[in-house]
């Protein structure tokens, strides 16, 4: 029983050393048919899925870009089919781009820009009465009033000359030009008293306490002026009363888009008395945190409105702060035929962002969770969603435009409320800016064919993770001066009152903006050194850092891209290199039958006439099918005789050295020289069989003549047929050395499986010495120290034991 279990424990060790060999078989023994499927399944003309339209799966391949079928790694740069794929998905998206950048510059107008600073020019540029200052260095509520009664009034009706004597009754037109739509309206928040607490020692002195502006401090209430003011001026209305005013940040704080407004009148006198009244009666006071004066204009000229609000912040530390806006908008799009063009863009823009969505979720069904680990998926998304939102607020803008407009034409003693709409359109305005930045930022991504491109995009890929550990160590250091900077010089410099404006005036700096005698000023010991120390830190060190990394990785890239055969991923210019010699050779072709066809007119039948059966047995020598020479003779053959007349054969003539100089044309790019060109034959002629074959630019030698000499294109064309064959040879010789190669390998695999079976086979048969169980362990030793040396890598190969 015990030889038994040693015989099956025998032949168990043989059987798992042949399944070892088996798994280690290379490749290169797969069968030739499935060789063949799989590489039919590979390949992009085969039966498997290929790219773009060149493989399977239906017509609407052919729109699919590369990437929603195969990735760039799974193509080889000199597949020709990846290449007409990607130069197509490139073709596309710039139509893409191309619309969107119509899209993005439709809403604009060259006349904004004049437009806006017209009519801020009219306001903020005037000084106020008796005095050189104007609305942006007002101080005081007293020089806020002094604003009002005459720059804002005379702005308002600038139209009207001596508006306050001559014209006070005039309707408000502005520069003859700009309407103002409604009237104007001021607006102001207010704080309610005691909403701050005074210090202890004060509060039997001081009995009123007004705290700075919050939405938990907001008066909401009404109140009364100075004789007893009343009126909706003097009533607290919420946002939704005054047709969504809209919240405002200025630079104290954050306002709501209620509170007190007063209406100006359609003409400067009333709207003077009402200002007078205001005035008058207090209708500001300390309670007062800001006011803002709303008006929209229209310019029917260029067709765009301007928004304006001119704001005064009334800070609890006393003082103005102002503050202004002016938006120039086109709220009214399709007014004139380029409107309507654009328009038409916007409904192909749409229709393209359908065609990419429709891509993406095909990749994400593709790739699943691999789909989040791109980056450049990340961009596509989010410019399709900046898309889609453009969308939906351009079909709102139209209504809303519409309502505010009918509304206006209701009553226009009101205050028309653009503000609002003017902000989510400047909102839109700023999306569709980022959606073209992203757009033309995705360019980089079709740019594969180049190679300069690809290494610039490997460096920054290369050098990720070191930017990353620079730039923790760059923003410790930057933060912690900017930190410094605000503590120290942030009562004193302006450039330095917060983190926010420090952290913008330390970037400045390294720009080169800076204002060291400021920082001096503040003080004199410790800013020359913080300047100084910043300047060692972040220029000498940090920056040279930066630099050095990115050099560092550029170097590397370019040294794998020329020593280590690195390419660009798409070989674009060999593709046309081949699609261009695969044009010129077919002209050559059809150049070299026109010659045929008129040598052999010339070689057979007599002076004046051409027979069928001469004409056919030439132009057989040649090559030609007995159909192509048929319809060939039958075209000029108009009687059907089978004999050319002398009419017909100059006919024939004619129009086949018209065809020859066209082709000649083709080929060079320009037409041929008036010598070069014979006009007149005799014919049958030696003379005209000689101008023939000297200008035979044939891409093939099928004339029967053998003794005349090559002509240059001839030559040409055979040397890139040479060359195209070499290549093709030397493709088959490496092809041949590999399979060689492997052959060389199996050899040696079976003369190693060989040996390896000899020494087993002599371990079996050798005679058990002592106890069969100490026999049957020192077997399973041995084979096992054979199994280690198989597996072993530093086991000879092809070496056997000589027994």
Known sequence: MSGNALKSDSQQAIRDLEERENASIPDAEVSPAAADAEADAESPTGNGKGVGCYGGGGW????????????????????????????????????????????????????????????????????????????????????????????LLDGLFSSSGNLSAANATARSTIYYETVLLGVAQIRQVRVGNRTCKVAKPFRGVIGWCHGPYSADNAHRGAFQGRGGGSGMAWVYQNEAHLDGSGSYSGAVATYEGGG????????????????????????????????????????????????????????????????????????????????????????????????????????????????????????????????????????????????KLHQLLVDSLDCPNFYSLSYWQTCFNHAVAIAVFLAWIKVFKYVRFSRTLTMLSATLGSCAKDLVAFCIIFFIIFFAFALLGTLVFGTQVDDFQNFQQAVFTLFRIILGDVNFYKIQQANRLIGPVYFLLYVFFVFFILLNMFLAIINEKFGEVKADNEFGGGHARIDVA????RRADRLMDKLAVRRQKVLDIQRAVLQCGDEATVNFEG?????????????????????????????????????????????????????????????????????????ACSVLDEDAGAPGLRSGFRGEPASRDELAFLTRRVDRLEGRVGGALNSIDRVLMTLERLERLRLEHRTSLYRMLKLVRAPLSGSPEVSRLNLMEQLQQELRQWDSPAAGVGKPEQQ
């Open 574 to 577: 060999r593709f046309l290199r």
């Open 260 to 403: 007190y407004r007063a209406l100006l009148q359609p003409t400067w006198a009333a709207s003077e008395q009402t200002l007078r009244n205001l005035f008058d009666s207090l209708w500001l006071d300390r309670s007062t945190r800001a006011v803002f004066i709303d008006f929209t204009m229209y310019n029917p000229n260029v067709n765009l409105f301007c928004v304006a609000r001119l704001v005064a912040e009334l800070p609890a530390t006393g003082g103005v702060v102002p503050s202004w806006e002016f938006r120039s908008l086109k709220l009214l799009r399709y007014v004139e035929p380029f409107d309507y063009f654009v328009a038409a863009c916007e409904c192909g823009l749409l229709l393209m962002c359908i065609y990419y969505t429709v891509l993406e979720v095909l990749e994400i069904r593709r790739q699943r969770m691999a789909y989040l680990k791109v980056l450049s998926n990340y961009l596509d998304v989010a410019l399709l969603i900046v898309c889609y939102v453009c969308a939906g607020f351009n079909i709102y803008r139209i209504a809303a435009v519409s309502n």
């Open 615 to 687: 004409w056919r047995n030439q132009l057989r020598q040649r090559g030609f099918a007995d159909a192509e020479i048929e319809a060939l003779f039958a075209k000029y053959d108009a009687d059907g005789d089978q004999v050319l007349s002398a009419a017909e054969r100059m006919q024939m003539r004619r129009d086949l050295e018209g065809e020859k100089m066209k082709l000649d044309r083709e080929i060079t790019g320009a037409a041929p020289a008036p010598d070069q060109v014979e006009t007149s034959f005799e014919v049958g002629s030696d003379a």
């Open 60 to 151: 609407w391949r052919c729109l699919v870009p590369a990437k929603a079928n195969e990735s760039d790694e799974a193509a080889s740069p000199d597949d020709e089919n990846h290449v007409k794929a990607t130069l197509r998905e490139l073709v596309i998206y710039c139509c893409f781009l191309v619309l969107m950048t119509v899209v993005a510059f439709g809403t604009k107008n060259i006349s904004m820009y004049n437009f806006t600073q017209s009519i801020s020019g009219l306001f903020l540029k005037v000084p106020i009465s008796n005095g050189t200052k104007l609305f942006a260095e007002i101080n005081s509520i007293q020089e806020w009033w002094s604003f009002v009664n005459r720059p």
